[in-house]
């Protein structure tokens, strides 16, 4: 019987995996390659832990597990080896196609998609000193412990037997029932079940919106600047896009042209500024929707984060003639990676959205609609809602007073809260430089250029976010970033035409 040697076994002690759980992962993955034959006989667990330096009891309970799963056979007092009728590999891996003749496929894709300016976020943002980076969670003020107690919920044997099934196009009906009774009203919004599809984030469900209602002889209008993957979906579509550009209220809609079918707006909370409509201009808009015939789709994110005052109404909440499509998100305020939301319309175009969503992914996974359905159920959600109000009304008082002494310019922020300024840098500032530079410094912005659809020249504008960052750490970083900002300027070189760039 052919003997395996420990030396075939590696593990990685700063990884967040188990030592069990790589020991376990390293045979499986031996055996489905082929590297381990069946009948192999595996190092007894006391060599393999002394060439580990791990516990003895760690690979007894690894191998016991493997042993469990049907990978490997016990031995009567002389250890393990593999089974005979574990699963392995039955064809080898081959090269990629590199012949002569091979198919040439950037010539055979036929349409393009990748158009938006990229936000670009490091994953390993949590390495950096000060994480200005918006859109990112601080875990410290998550009830991680209820999250697992949820998902443990949704793995009952009832729920699970009603998840494991097929959906078809359908959506956890307990979801369902909680964004309609609990969710929306606290937006003054009324919609019932056969109103609202849970669609993967906000952007899955602007993305349905867009390609029902846009095409090409549409006109789709969005504001100036705003998040990029709304200007490219809206590009995308084939429609004529048109943005208008927003100030210290939002979007003005007697900016609007008058030919326009679809209006995209972030009223509550402007992306990227952080501005907010007055409720004279969310009127205004409906008024100008009903008089020219065009609809309007409103990105309502953020509004939990209220904690300088109450956030205005959603446009869906005062709109009297079924012109808005609401667009929420969990995403946001429950972790970024959870990639949940909903849309709340009208029955025939909720049908509509229903059934091009199951052409693309069916439905959202139902272990997270349930999840989520009983983080909200079981109050996790309000409580951790109260937590983030509480923290991030000190780190934003913190910031404003770190911005001012240090003589940054906020040219946007929220009336009622949020999670971000948008920062003015000098005419002169080239942002994307700047967010280059303040890498080595230990320190994450976000530029404003890809927020731009049209912006040829360079841009000033910078967005700085504090819901990733500790309230202690928010003034050194705000001073680096305005240190930064002064070297950049003291070293601009002059160009052939006797101007200057950074």
């Known amino acids: 019987m052919p003997r395996i040697s420990e030396d075939s076994f590696q593990i990685d002690k700063t990884r967040p995996t188990s030592l069990q759980a790589q020991i376990r992962e390293a045979v499986v993955s031996a055996i489905l390659s082929g590297r381990l034959e069946p009948l192999a006989r595996l190092p007894s667990t006391r060599r393999l832990a002394e060439h580990l330096g791990i516990s003895r009891i760690t690979v007894s309970l690894a191998y016991q597990e493997l042993a469990a799963q049907g990978y ?275 029955p025939e175009l909720i049908r509509e959205a229903r059934a091009l969503r199951a052409l693309m992914l069916r439905h959202p996974p139902g272990h997270l609609q349930r999840a989520v359905s009983n983080f909200l159920a079981l109050g996790h959600y309000d409580s951790l809602i109260r937590r983030m109000r509480g923290e991030y009304a000190k780190r934003h008082d913190t910031m404003a007073e770190a911005l001012e002494k240090c003589g940054l310019t906020i040219a946007g922020r929220s009336s009622f809260g949020g999670t971000s300024f948008w920062i003015e840098g000098r005419e002169d500032l080239d942002a994307d430089a700047l967010a280059d530079a303040l890498r080595a410094d230990g320190v994450l912005i976000e530029s404003g250029s890809p927020f731009f659809a049209h912006r040829t020249e360079t841009c000033r504008y910078f967005r700085m976010a504090y819901s990733s960052i500790d309230a202690s750490r928010i003034p050194e970083g705000v001073e680096r970033v305005a240190a930064r900002s002064r070297w950049l300027q003291e070293h601009r070189a002059p160009t052939k035409a006797g101007r200057e760039k950074p």
């Not at 300016?117 to 875990?139: A, C, E, H, N, V």
């Not at 998040?227 to 208008?244: N, R």
């Not at 209220?306 to 956030?311: D, G, K, R, T, V």
């Open 72 to 346: 490997l056979d016990p031995l009567p007092r002389s250890g393990y080896r593999i089974c005979e009728t574990a699963p392995i590999a039955r064809l080898r891996a081959t090269q990629g196609a590199d012949a002569p003749g091979a198919l040439d496929w950037s010539a055979r894709i036929v349409k393009r998609f990748d158009i938006a300016r990229s936000i670009r976020k490091p994953l390993d943002w949590r390495s950096y000193p000060f994480p200005f980076t918006y859109g990112q969670s601080d875990m410290s003020l998550f009830d991680l412990a209820a999250w697992r107690d949820c998902t443990r919920r949704s793995l009952s044997r009832s729920d699970f037997e009603f998840m494991a099934g097929d959906f078809a196009a359908a959506d956890d009906m307990q979801l369902v029932q909680y964004i309609s009774s609990r969710t929306l009203p606290r937006r003054g919004i009324k919609a019932a079940a056969d109103e609202i599809l849970v669609t993967v984030g906000a952007q899955n469900a602007i993305w349905i919106v867009v390609q029902l209602l846009l095409g090409a002889g549409r006109h789709a209008v969005c504001e100036e600047p705003s998040h990029p993957d709304i200007y490219a979906s809206l590009k995308l579509s084939g429609a004529s896009v048109s943005t208008v550009p927003v100030d210290q209220n939002g979007l003005p809609p007697d900016d609007l042209p008058p030919d326009v079918d679809v209006v995209f707006v972030t009223p509550s909370h402007q992306a990227p500024t952080a501005v907010r409509m007055p409720m004279a201009r969310r009127r205004r808009l409906l008024e100008l929707a009903q008089e020219r015939d065009f609809i309007v789709v409103e990105d309502d994110y953020e509004f939990e984060m209220s904690f300088l005052e109450a956030p205005s109404p959603a446009l869906r909440s005062i709109d009297r003639h079924n012109r808005v499509l609401y667009i929420g998100s969990f995403s946001k305020s429950l972790f970024p990676g959870l990639r949940l939301g909903y849309l709340v319309g009208p």
